[in-house]
């Protein structure tokens, strides 16, 4: 955002357009595109090694598209409106991020507020900003300015299924919220982006005190048994 924050096409879009395609390369760009694609390439990956969650398969989609979208862009010069792209979608994660870590230290109130942060960032950029901002340029703008052309039926589709996807998880998010509303607090069993490895840990552990309490109660049949029982069940509520 630092430095696109100096260059026109920043503040008007039809910018992204004008003497396409012969805009020149800048090392700025260059080395945002080698970072994003990077990383969404580790995404891609890690998702078969991390904690399964419910949106497993959208977010596999969604890191193709995105792949898709970068490579598509940067070989047809479409670098311009591809990095306001990537700067619309990349600005909810640091809030994301926080409310993992806030998970993580069990800081549940913290959790919910930086949850109902990032919902709202999330809801403006993705059903508000890209649409009226991003698509209107490339749908619209591009149109009128240098005019429908092969790769540009290609580059629409690929965006049309990202915004189809941001719905489905504004969807998602508002369940989620209008949850936390009734319950007063984000309920972790809910959350696909807010991960839950330190709940599963806790439960493998919980299951094998249990299992480990069982073996010694079946050697002493005396009320040690029954005090042992009573223990796991009140660590258990």
């Known amino acids: 955002v630092r430095f696109m924050k100096k260059t026109p096409w920043f503040w008007n879009t039809r910018q992204c357009w004008y003497n396409y395609p012969y805009q020149p390369l800048t090392p700025d760009l260059h080395y945002y595109y080698m970072l994003e ?15 399964k969650r419910k949106d497993f398969k959208m977010m596999f989609v969604h890191h193709v598209v995105s792949i ?17 792209i990537l700067c619309v979608h ?25 949850f109902g942060l990032f919902a709202l960032f999330f809801l403006s950029t993705r ?5 009226l901002w991003i698509l209107n340029s490339t749908l619209f703008e591009s149109w009128e300015i240098v005019g429908p052309f092969p790769s540009w039926w290609v580059f629409n589709f690929l965006l049309l299924i990202v915004q189809l996807l941001s ?30 490895s330190s709940d599963d840990e806790d439960s493998v552990s919980s ?3 249990i299992q480990s309490t069982t073996s010694n109660g079946t050697t002493d049949a005396s009320g040690a ?11 258990e509520h």
């Open 37 to 51: 694609i990077s990383f969404i390439w580790s995404l891609l990956f890690s998702q078969f090694i991390d904690i």
């Open 68 to 84: 898709l979208l970068l490579s598509f862009s940067y070989v047809n010069n479409m670098l311009r409106v591809g990095a306001l």
């Open 90 to 114: 990349d600005s909810s994660d640091v809030l994301l991020e926080a409310a993992k870590i806030a998970n993580y230290t069990k800081c549940q109130k913290l959790c919910d507020l930086l």
């Open 127 to 131: 059903l508000a900003l890209y649409p």
């Open 167 to 196: 719905c489905m998880w504004c969807y998602i998010i508002i369940k989620m919220v209008c949850k936390a509303f009734s319950t007063g607090k984000v309920s972790k069993d809910e959350q696909s982006d807010i991960e839950t």
């Open 207 to 209: 299951e094998k005190n």
């Open 225 to 235: 048994n029954g005090y042992q029982s009573s223990g796991i069940c009140s660590e």
